[in-house]
């Protein structure tokens, strides 16, 4: 039995950037893995200046907090790719890897013989993952692809929002079709390397941002393939559950989710409702759904009496999920959330932890987002095996920085 990081010893050259590669690369890095970031000599990845904020650490450096999110645990190695020199060095590093992960358009790692079919010839146990916003094949393969443009192509927009709002569909608070992504690519890779364990050779993965949100439209996507209606917003109600939604008391708005007709009978007590629960046409979630717009008021009516703290002590007493709606700052300050060790620092960096907890095989966090191009002399020293005066004259004709 061995208590070691889960992907120990697993090398991974990650040539994505912005979030969803980079996400995909963190999560194998907190799992153990040794992760290279390939950046731009003097750019690096996009999101280094992606800010205000920016943390400077103690050496008078500044990061940006977009970055810091979705870079622990790397090496930052400056290589430019464009010239032969550099190309030749990636694929050095990729014949040492287990995984490739990349977000270049398609065809441009091709140009430079950075391709699967280039790299698995002299690594054939590659795991390469390519991150694109339309995916390897079709008509739009060739278009980028970013998360705002996703979640609108996709639909989820077209059912995030308040209906009556003026302003129209809205997208989600945060870039999640990037983190979905990121996420998808991770399981696809370790069930790639599951994979290679068996038959000793890797193979090409193709993630599509478009793919994957579509996909995430879970119960929405089948409501319309069922029914042939179209989703429409909603809101904060739920389109197959009532009541799942936000309502007004006297000085905030709290979430209720009566998640089965037991639960809603025990709210019904709460609010002093009882009668509702014995009504036919709310009995049941389905009748409850279909009847939607006569429930809903008398529930609001009943809530309005009280504060949400009141409501919030009495529901949860009574076993009714419901919850506040938090502002971020109160989210850290939530004695959940610190208890779970959410909030956690590396080299003086605020970062948000990795949410997997194992019993046994520890999540590893050796190393805060890098500064750029940090680690290239030592990557190549180090991996490659390079000499002081070959690393000094690749500096020299800016093939590295």
Not at 36 to 41: F, L, M, Q
Not at 102 to 116: I, P, Q, S
Not at 301 to 313: N, P, R
Not at 350 to 366: A, G
Request: contains cysteine.
């Amino acid at each position: 039995m061995s208590d070691k990081p889960a992907l120990q010893g697993k090398l991974v050259l990650d040539l994505s950037r912005v979030l969803a590669g980079p996400w995909a690369s963190q999560t194998l890095a907190d799992l153990g893995a040794t992760v290279i970031k390939v950046e731009r000599p003097g750019k690096g990845d996009d999101t280094r200046g992606f800010g205000p904020p920016f943390f400077q650490n103690a050496d008078g450096e500044e990061i940006s907090a977009y970055f810091m999110s979705a870079n622990r645990g790397k090496q930052s190695v400056c290589i430019d790719i464009a010239q032969p020199q550099g190309a030749d060095l990636v694929r050095q590093l990729a014949a040492k890897a287990d995984i490739l992960i990349e977000n270049f358009k398609v065809g441009d790692l091709a140009k430079r013989g950075l391709d699967y079919e280039a790299l698995s010839m002299i690594n054939p146990r590659l795991i390469y993952c390519s991150i694109t916003g339309f995916g390897q094949t079709g008509p739009y393969q060739h278009r980028p692809g970013y998360d705002f443009m996703i979640q609108g192509m996709t639909g989820l927009m077209s059912i995030t929002g308040d209906p009556a709002d003026e302003s129209g569909p809205q997208k989600v608070g945060v870039a999640l079709a990037d983190i979905l992504t990121g996420l998808y690519s991770t399981i696809a890779i370790l069930a790639a390397i599951e994979e290679r364990n068996q038959s000793g050779i890797g193979q090409h993965i193709d993630m599509s941002l478009l793919d994957v949100v579509t996909a995430c439209l879970a119960n929405q996507a089948s409501n319309y393939l069922v029914s042939g209606a179209v989703p429409q917003r909603m809101g904060n109600a739920h389109p197959n559950i009532v009541p799942y939604q936000t309502f007004e008391t006297k000085d905030a708005h709290i979430i209720v989710a009566v998640g089965n007709d037991s639960q809603f009978e025990q709210l019904c007590g709460c609010l002093d409702l009882m009668h509702l629960s014995d009504d036919v046409r709310f009995a049941t979630n389905a009748s409850r759904v279909e009847n939607r717009a006569d429930l809903v008021p008398l529930l609001q009516l009943a809530f309005s009496v009280k504060s949400m703290d009141e409501w919030l002590q009495a529901l949860e007493q009574a076993g009714v999920p419901c919850g506040p709606i938090n502002t971020i700052d109160r989210v850290f300050e939530d004695p959940q959330v610190k208890a779970r060790g959410v909030e956690m620092t590396l080299d003086g960096m605020p970062l948000v932890s990795n949410p997997i907890k194992y019993s046994r095989t520890p999540l590893d966090y050796k190393l805060a987002p890098p500064v750029l191009g940090k680690n290239t002399a030592q990557v190549l020293a180090d991996t490659l095996q390079l000499d002081a005066a070959t690393i000094d004259a690749l500096l020299q004709s800016k093939v590295i920085a």
